[in-house]
């Protein structure tokens, strides 16, 4: 099992971070929300980035969603049928059939996102509660990144912790601006990758979050 989680989740994590790092530069707004919220949870420096630090994380959560709902590591997957059964709509599925999903089509129907589906819009992930917002508990079938049912990636919430981390640590220190200005190619094989990978210039921050 440990090896399943080392391996399932090396290519995967770094994919969907690469395609973050790469929205959030063509979405300042977002980037300084996650400094922000990143610089707040840690108290202007003086906490250290421990688990309840991260969970507290829910801007960068859900920016790591919206960057995986357009670009998901894992664009496609199927299952085989155990038994005779009858999908939703009224499809027959017999025994053995093979039954693929394409979370990356699902990411951008307008059925399942809106009109804005093919915009980067992490307040999409947030409802409101009052006052305040809070994280909206969107159903994996709508989502299946991490798949769904008994059949959910056991690696979820460390991905998402490791995620976090990373993200979190990097954008604290620095800011991530691409060499080139073109949108870069995606490339949907068993595990999804940015074609060429992402060239960047890196700037420091100062003790402010500033550049």
């Given at each position: 099992?440990?090896?399943?989680?080392?391996?399932a989740?090396?290519?995967t994590?770094s994919?969907?971070?690469?395609w973050?790092f790469?929205?959030?530069s063509?979405h300042?707004?977002?980037e300084?929300?996650?400094?922000k919220?990143?610089?707040?949870?840690?108290?202007d420096g003086?906490?250290a980035?421990?688990?309840d630090?991260l969970?507290?994380m829910?801007?960068?959560k859900?920016?790591?969603?919206?960057?995986?709902?357009?670009y998901?590591p894992v664009?496609?997957?199927?299952?085989?049928?155990m038994?005779d059964d009858?999908?939703?709509?009224?499809t027959?599925v017999?025994?053995g059939d093979?039954v693929?999903?394409?979370?990356?089509g699902?990411?951008r129907?307008?059925k399942?996102?809106?009109?804005?589906r093919?915009?980067?819009?992490?307040d999409?992930?947030?409802?409101?509660?009052?006052?305040?917002?809070?994280?909206?508990?969107v159903?994996?079938y709508?989502?299946?990144?991490f798949?769904?049912?008994p059949?959910v990636c056991?690696?979820?919430?460390?991905?998402m912790?490791?995620?976090?981390?990373?993200?979190?640590?990097?954008?604290r220190?620095?800011e991530?601006k691409?060499?080139?200005d073109n949108?870069?190619a995606?490339a949907p094989?068993l595990?999804?990758h940015m074609?060429?990978g992402?060239k960047?210039?890196?700037?420091?921050?100062?003790?402010n979050g500033?550049?």
């Open positions: 099992m440990v090896i399943s989680f080392i391996m989740g090396r290519d994590t994919a969907a971070m690469t973050l790469w929205l959030l063509k300042q707004n977002s300084e929300m996650i400094v919220e990143v610089k707040s949870l840690l108290d003086e906490k980035i421990d688990f630090v969970k507290a829910d801007f960068l859900a920016s790591l969603c919206e960057s995986m709902r357009l998901p664009p496609w997957d199927s299952k085989h049928a038994f009858v999908l939703p709509d009224g027959s017999r025994k093979r693929t999903y394409f979370p990356y699902m990411g129907m307008e399942l996102w809106g009109k804005d093919f915009e980067f819009r992490p999409r992930w947030f409802q409101e509660t009052g006052s305040d917002q809070t994280l909206k508990s159903s994996p709508k989502f299946p990144v798949q769904a049912g059949r056991l690696g979820k919430e460390m991905a912790i490791q995620m976090k981390y990373v993200v979190a640590s990097i954008l220190r620095f991530i691409p060499v080139f949108e870069p995606f094989l595990t999804a074609v060429g992402l960047v210039m890196v700037k420091r921050r100062n003790a500033e550049i």
